[in-house]
Each structure stands twice: as structure tokens, then as C-alpha cells.
């Protein structure tokens, strides 16, 4: 079974062995490039099974700052969400997209939404997400580096509801 963490120092280790196949890279990026990225504001966060850690993403407490398309109250934004290439095929994403909603209820109390850009090439990706309960906009997002990107949304108290039945 998936769960989902901060990422802690005790982490690190783990985490910079993280990487992704080759025709994702422009998609992800290097593990290297996303932990540069961190900061107060844009918070680590792990997903493991038992206590190996498959997974990793970061969650942007200022998303809707930097991107209008997120300026609905109290939005987080998803960003760099990846399973590592050698724990991929095994449905550890499709879990950890599932727990989401709940973990970032708990993690993230006064956040409603939760938003994310998908490459408009990375097709698996977005099925990934529709499954999950993201929803797509229907509109780009056109500053990606790779491409135009799918703007997607997830309410995080819907995963509760969804839980719940």
C-alpha cells in the first residue's frame, strides 16, 4: 500500500537515486533540478510503499500566486509528481493519486483545491489524473518549457467524499 510524507532529511538519501526513463525527462526533469525548486513555499513530499520510497512530487503553497489560472480561493498546485522508473507499472501512482485528496486535507487544512499542469504529449500522464479526479479545464497553460500543458483541477474535499462512500 501507498502513503505519502514530507519529505524529511532522513528522506534524502532515498530520494536522490529518484529518476524517471529517458522520454520522460521533459516531462519531470532531474531529481536534481526539482530539489532546487524547494523551499518554504514549495514543500517536498515522498510516496512510499512500506518503507521504500517509489515516488515524489512537490506541492506549491503559492501556485496560485504565480499562475492565474489557479486563483480560486485557497489552491495548492501539484508539481513534479513522479514515480521512479524502476517502481513504475506497479499502480503506485494511480494509489498515491487516489490518497491525495486526503493526505493534502490533513497536510494542507486550508487549501479546497489542488492544481496541475499536464504536457499535452504526456498522454498517460493525463489519463493518470482523469482517473484520479482531476478534471480537465478544457484550457493551456502555454508556458511550459516542453509544450503546451493541460490546466487540470481537483477539489481536495471531493477525495474525502469519494473516500467516504
Known sequence: MVTIEKMKTRHLAGVITLSVV????????????????????????????????????????????????????????????????????????????LALPNYLREAYPNHLNTFLTVNCQNLIAKELYLKGGFQDTNTLYHGGAAGPQHIMVRSIESGIKAANQ
Open 22 to 97: 529517458e522520454e520522460q525527462k521533459k516531462f519531470v526533469g532531474s531529481i536534481e533540478d526539482i530539489l532546487a525548486n524547494a523551499n518554504a513555499q514549495i514543500r517536498p513530499h515522498v510516496i512510499l510503499v512500506e518503507d521504500t520510497i517509489v515516488g515524489f512530487f512537490l506541492i506549491d503553497t503559492t501556485y496560485a500566486k504565480n499562475y492565474d489560472f489557479a486563483r480560486q480561493s485557497n489552491s495548492i498546485g501539484l508539481r513534479s509528481f513522479f514515480i521512479s522508473k524502476e517502481h513504475q507499472g506497479k499502480g503506485y501512482a494511480k494509489q498515491a493519486i
